[in-house]
């Protein structure tokens, strides 16, 4: 049976209402959902590629895109159902046939509390000024715990947030703060043309979508230093690789002075992971956060120290909020989120989350 319109949007609410992350459309292939991680196939029919056109002519609205469908090898974009859900969605070629990717997000701003993150998620919201980097890999959360974090913001305070995005996820409604969100492509040409007009707009707070290059990275840092609070997200897995990735992008020759930018303006980084909650019916985040001090400053400054960063992470559990994985994958265990097997198998040091339980190391 061919896809219609109304089978394509009544697949999304069904989604939406399953609390599924993402739906995958391919050619000659039945629909899959992904559920807590794991994709199960829908009961429906093997899609054809007239269906998956469908689907796109329902979801683009670029005439010129749309002409070029039989030749066109990636796109992204998004759209919205209303009162269901928005859909950031990726169309791409494999083998020569037409595949879409899915993502649905919530038209329901999460908070910190709806995400169950720790309380210092709120105070490094509270920043003044800085560089604060929230990590991991695609379909970790970033979005979501960026979202909790605006919203705590604009629901505390009278600032003005500039948004640069690729595409729009969350689409905030202003209530204390002023909020300008800018789409690539619709909205401006591209990160570094947003990025170089950003500081001429009068913003308190700047989220860049991701950290994608050296300029991207300079103009961010560059806003830091003359005080505003920078939001941005990279695709490392914790705070050692996170510097590292930063760095790296440079040329050797300014790799020194970016790193002493870096450690006086990085503000915090929070690097995560989804873990099967224990109830069954999602999934929860566990949480790497690195705030910045005087000891974790040196060890960006000193190559041979950088490693040291770590130990002031589990350091700082009791003074500044900071907490390493395992200390906050023993706290989800503790507080019941996560069984003991996904803790133990998600460990990143399996006698750290050992010792965590036995001496009663737990994170807020």
């Not at 200390?327 to 265990?333: A, E």
Request: a neutral charge.
């Amino acid at each position: 049976m061919a896809l219609t319109k109304e089978a394509f949007i009544n697949l999304i609410k069904s989604a939406s209402v399953a609390g599924v992350s993402d739906i995958h459309l391919r050619t000659d292939e039945k629909p899959c959902f992904r559920v807590r991680g794991d994709l199960v196939p829908v009961k429906m029919d093997p899609l054809t590629n007239d269906d998956l056109k469908l689907a796109c002519s329902l979801m683009i609205k670029d005439g010129e895109v749309l002409k070029k469908l039989d030749t066109i090898k990636e796109h992204d974009g998004s759209f919205s159902v209303p009162k269901i859900c928005r859909v950031r969605y990726n169309l791409m070629r494999y083998q020569g046939k037409l595949g879409l990717i899915l993502r649905l997000i919530s038209d329901k701003i999460p908070t910190t509390e709806d995400l169950k993150l720790p309380n210092v998620i709120n105070k490094i919201a509270e920043a003044n000024a800085g560089l604060v980097l929230v990590t991991g890999a695609t379909g970790s959360g970033k979005s979501s715990t960026l979202a909790a974090m605006i919203n705590y913001i604009n629901r505390n305070s009278a600032v003005h947030v500039l948004t640069l995005e690729d595409p729009v996820e969350y689409v905030h409604t202003p209530i204390k703060a002023r909020i300008t969100q800018r789409e690539i492509g619709q909205d401006t040409d591209d990160f570094g043309a947003a990025l170089r007009s950003a500081l001429r707009q009068d913003p308190d707070i700047i989220l860049i979508g991701e950290m994608r290059d050296a300029e991207t990275i300079s103009i961010a840092l560059k806003a830091a230093e003359t005080g505003h609070l920078v939001f941005g997200t990279v695709h490392t897995t914790d705070a050692l690789s996170t510097i590292g990735r930063l760095i790296s992008m440079f040329p050797p020759e300014e790799q020194n002075v970016v790193r002493v930018r870096i450690a006086d303006n990085l503000h915090a980084t929070i690097s995560q992971r989804l873990l099967k909650s224990s109830d069954g019916k999602g999934r929860v985040a566990a949480q790497e956060i690195m705030i910045n001090n005087p000891g974790i400053k040196e060890s960006i400054l000193d190559p041979s120290k950088t490693k040291e960063i770590y130990t002031y992470i589990e350091k700082g559990k009791n003074t500044s909020g900071a907490q390493s994985f395992d200390q906050h994958i023993t706290s989800l265990y503790k507080k019941g989120l996560i069984t003991m097997e996904e803790a133990k198998s998600n460990a990143t040091r399996p006698e750290d989350f050992e010792r965590n339980l036995m001496f009663g190391d737990q994170a807020d």
